[in-house]
């Protein structure tokens, strides 16, 4: 069953607001020109607000990761949990996704040119996605229980729409920052007619990429082959 928004004729919602500053570890006083790819998220504390189930049945498009030029597009996904992504490869070559860290795990196996994988994102989390061929792919899907998220444009702003009055806990992720970092930005909000605004949201990006062999634990083959090691003993 998936969950949609319906609210007394009475009740308002509204659109929240916010901005994102990013900052490195090494100059916490300069803040960074793209400030793209910030996802931050309300999660109610109470859903009396009108939360309600319906079945799944939407014309909304399925949200994919295309693989192309040896890419994954985009590079950032946020989908309620549950939801099916399609994995289509669209480059000449096979490709092998698969994410074996936090959220949902899973190895789509080799698969061709013109094919298509799919992975229904079950498990709220963060997904680091990559590809067993070719170390430079990646991606991240983030799965939320609700449905009150939004991702920051590229001077910081974030628009989260159709949020009902009430109280909140506010979640940031951000790819350079550390997990630990993250957490500390968790707060309580309250949304009301007169506050609908997460201000500025300010992120140390104190964390390095995520680190990766392939999916066996492996150093990857070097540079140029695309096609896979083999299955080892």
Same mark, same amino acid.
């Given at each position: ?57 939407? %014309? ?21 949990? /549950? ?18 860290? &936090? ?8 698969? &061709? ?11 709220? /989390? ?13 991606? !991240? ?9 939004? !991702?920051?444009?590229?001077?910081? %702003? ?44 300010r992120i140390v990006e104190d964390g390095l990429p ?13 540079? /140029? ?9």
């Open positions: 069953m998936a969950l949609i928004c319906s609210w007394p004729a009475r009740a308002q919602d509204f659109t929240v607001t916010g901005q994102v500053d990013l900052v490195s570890e090494g100059n916490r006083h300069r803040a960074q020109k793209d400030r793209a790819n910030v996802v931050i998220w309300l999660t109610p504390h109470d859903d009396r607000d009108g939360l309600r189930s319906v079945s799944e049945g939407s %014309k909304a498009p399925t949200p994919r990761l295309l693989q192309k030029n040896k890419t994954f597009e985009p590079h950032l996904l946020v989908v309620r949990a /549950g939801t099916a992504v399609e994995f289509p490869n669209r480059d000449p070559f096979f490709h092998n996704v698969f994410s074996l860290f &936090e959220g949902k795990r899973f190895d789509l196996g080799l698969y &061709e040119a013109g094919t298509t994988r799919v992975v229904r994102f079950d498990r709220v /989390g963060v997904s680091y996605i990559f590809c067993n061929i070719h170390p430079e792919m990646s991606a !991240v899907v983030v799965a939320l229980k609700t449905p009150y998220y939004g !991702v920051s444009n590229a001077q910081g %702003k974030i628009v989260i729409e159709h949020v009902p009055p009430g109280r909140y806990t506010m979640q940031v992720w951000a790819d350079r920052a550390s997990l630990d970092y993250l957490k500390k930005l968790n707060r309580e909000v309250a949304i009301s007619d007169t506050d609908h605004s997460l201000g500025v949201v995520v680190q990766h062999k392939n999916k066996y634990g492996r150093d990857y083959d070097a540079p /140029g082959s695309d096609y896979p090691s083999s299955d080892p003993k």
